[in-house]
């Protein structure tokens, strides 16, 4: 009957081990009101999955919703919450996968061990409580040793010098529109700003009434990457930053501003943006505002687009044309001594935080702050207010140097029609949904 009851020891000695190893914590969370699409929702965060966010009520409904769909203010402590649990929960799997690996052999031994204990039984009847004792002793330390896992620790790669020829991949399809050079610090992309392979304008429902006319981002006004990258000890979440400026520059130098405005409000949701993820600003100046993954078709393996910290922007697949690895929290990873992100069709598009060192302008508090260096952009004329009910309906060039935009309120079609010439005088003709047509120069100094 003492074989069983030491039996029944050495069991329970081996499970209170194992069930120690894998008891967690998890963080406390208190109700607090959110805000989802202007409704107000009392309770707390429960957890997000695939692009959505659930918060359970104090009746204990749980409710969901696109993390964009929530008021900006909440917006931030909930990415950031998202962005907690996904650190534990991978360092969790990387325990997981650490412990497996030590507990095969553990195994082995602890059967070994059985087997010889019982081969000892069997030969000597006398010792065989000492040797169930020290059978005992010997689980438990293997037992232990299985629980006693080093934490990971996400070893810094050193991050490698940028190979200019590499950027040079980026732009070479769009060479024709696009001039590049560099030095040891930058890599610099001139360009007029205006998209010489794509359409423009159409699709937009949220319109400015803004249209695209030359910028240029030549000279000493060019977009600058650097070449040079660094990792950022506190990389800046584009939640609550960078929404003055450029943020990445497209394969045909066209820049890439952040999805949100200041406001929180996701530009491609809210209708502002073209079938090409672009619209124009206050400076009539053509940016995109989601990653343009329409260049995909002619980037083949190569980033769609440059950040300006210096990591590349890949579309949906990684250099070696693989399907994308899991990404971190600022939708990134690195990859052969280097780091660079990914983009997708939805929020948060491409970076979601600045992963490497960026200078910002010190004249711009967050969230307007701006990365510098950062091109200027030379408008014509004042800007314009939104124009309430206006699709853009048709955009095409009228001849060298001119485009005609058509527009329609309630069914009925306006226009803008303008050119300039080589005095960089711009003729702007309004056409109103009423025929009656307005016409005004502009001087660009
Ligand atoms: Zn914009
Ligand atoms: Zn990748």
Redesign the pocket.
């Known amino acids: 009957m003492k074989v069983i009851q030491y039996c029944l020891m050495m069991l329970g000695v081996v499970f209170s081990n194992l069930l120690l190893a894998h008891v967690g914590e998890h963080p406390n969370e208190s109700d607090v009101i959110y805000t989802i699409k202007a409704k107000k929702v009392d309770g707390h965060f429960l957890m997000e999955r695939d692009g959505k966010v659930f918060i359970q009520q104090k009746d204990g409904k749980v409710v969901s919703s696109a993390l964009q769909d929530f008021s900006f203010e909440t917006q931030i402590p909930l990415s950031q919450k998202i962005a907690y649990l996904k650190q534990i929960n991978n360092q969790n799997n990387s325990l997981k996968n650490k412990s497996v690996k030590e507990e095969k052999p553990n195994y082995q031994y602890l059967y070994l061990i059985m087997i010889l204990l019982f081969l000892v039984l069997l030969t000597s009847k006398k010792s065989v409580e000492g040797v169930f004792l020290l059978g005992s002793v010997l689980v438990f330390f293997y037992a232990c040793k299985t629980t006693n896992v080093e934490p990971v620790t996400n070893a810094t790669p050193v991050l490698a010098k940028t190979d200019p020829s590499f950027v040079e991949k980026v732009f070479a399809p769009y060479k024709s529109e696009v001039k590049t050079r560099y030095d040891d610090t930058y890599f610099y992309v001139e360009t007029e700003g205006i998209p010489q392979t794509h359409n423009m304008m159409i699709g937009i429902t949220s319109w400015q009434q803004q249209v695209p006319i030359p910028q240029g981002y030549v000279g000493t006004n060019a977009w600058s990457i650097p070449l040079k990258p660094e990792f950022s000890t506190s990389p800046l979440s584009l939640k609550s930053n960078f929404m003055k400026g450029a943020v990445a520059i497209a394969p045909n130098g066209i820049p890439i ?1 952040n999805p949100l405005n200041n406001r929180g409000e996701d ?1 491609f949701v809210i209708g ?1 943006l073209d079938q090409w993820g672009g ?3 206050r400076a009539d100046d053509y ?1 995109y ?1 989601i990653a343009p993954l329409h260049f995909e078709t002619t980037a083949g393996n190569n980033p769609i687009a440059m950040a300006l910290d210096g990591f590349a922007i890949y579309g949906s697949k990684e250099p070696d044309g693989t399907a994308t690895k899991t990404l971190d929290e600022y939708h990134g990873h690195n990859y052969n001594n280097t780091y660079h992100y990914h983009a997708e069709t939805k929020y948060p598009y491409f970076m979601a935080a600045m992963r490497g060192k960026v200078s910002l302008d010190p004249t711009t508090p967050a969230p307007e702050n701006q990365i510098l260096p950062q091109a200027k952009s030379a408008g014509v004329r004042p800007a314009l207010t939104a124009l309430k009910g206006a699709s853009i309906t048709n955009f095409k060039s009228t001849g060298s140097n001119a485009y005609s935009l058509e527009y329609t309120v309630d069914g009925k079609k306006a226009f803008v029609n303008y050119t300039w010439d080589n005095t960089n005088v711009y003729t702007f003709t309004f056409v109103g949904i009423d025929g009656v047509s307005t016409t005004t120069k502009y001087v660009k100094k």
């Open positions: 501003f530009a502002e619209h124009c600003g940016h505002h």
